[in-house]
């Protein structure tokens, strides 16, 4: 099982729209939840931090976590065609030794906006 | 404010041959993270620096890669004798504390990483 799973996708939806990004993950100790965006051939780009059961908003981007369910999502309202990229899902690797950003990624969800 | 700057951009050596990436972090941050993505393969975590000292190397595949922070500034990571599965894109990220909860102040920002590739 990997530590980390997220739908390839690509998902496609069209302007305006919300878009959905699933995560799930296998370490129950994680504490810090992360999505990354990243441009094609660019560096992942922090776009949300969720380190609590519930919601979390900012701007247009909502993450939610639910511990119980190992599961983290992001929403994405009023989607642009400038957010098309890849969504990195990414969770602290849980151990006493381990520092804050010893992270596990998904593979990323390919997110296409059409105009 | 610089970003965190990774040279090579790309670098093609051959099977047995030595590559040496070079990681600039973000000025005065003491933790430096590399981390690398072979093709069709998540992003994973390879080790942790805070300042000069090796903090956490649990994610290093093997001995033949070699990780130095001298002075706590840049980061080097040596890949001696690379082998075809070394092949990947090498990021570098840093950030300015390392807590549990990370607050605001220590968002990790990663360079546009080395693209490594061993023929």
């Known amino acids: 099982q990997k530590e980390v799973e997220q739908n390839s996708g690509p998902l496609s939806v069209p302007e305006g729209a919300i878009a959905s990004l699933n995560c799930t993950y296998s370490?129950?100790?994680?504490?810090?939840f992360f999505w990354y965006r990243q441009y094609s051939g660019k560096s992942p780009e922090l776009i949300m931090s969720i380190y609590s059961n519930g919601d979390k908003e900012d701007g247009r981007f909502t993450a939610q976590l639910n511990k119980a369910s190992q599961y983290v999502s992001l929403l994405i309202r009023d989607s642009q065609p400038s957010d098309s990229a890849t969504y990195l899902c990414?969770?602290?690797?849980?151990?006493?030794?381990?520092?804050?950003?010893?992270?596990?990624f998904g593979k990323g969800t390919s997110l296409l906006v059409t105009p | 404010e610089a970003g965190v700057t990774q040279f090579p951009s790309h670098s093609v050596i051959e099977k047995g041959q030595t590559v040496t990436l070079r990681c600039d972090p973000i000025s005065g941050h003491d933790n430096l993270y590399w981390y690398r993505r072979v093709m069709g393969k998540e992003i994973k975590f390879l080790l942790h620096?805070?300042?000069?000292?090796?903090?956490?190397e649990s994610g290093m595949p093997n001995n033949r890669f070699l990780a130095e922070r001298t002075g706590g500034t840049y980061s080097t990571l040596k890949v001696q004798p690379a082998e075809l599965e070394d092949s990947g894109v090498y990021f570098c990220a840093s950030s300015q504390g390392d807590n549990k909860r990370i607050s605001g102040a220590n968002v990790l920002t990663f360079g546009a990483g080395s693209r490594l590739t061993v023929l």
């Open positions: 990414a969770v602290n690797i849980a151990s006493p030794m381990k520092s804050g950003y010893a992270l596990n």
């Open positions: 620096f805070v300042k000069e000292s090796k903090q956490d």
């Open positions: 370490d129950r100790g994680s504490q810090s």
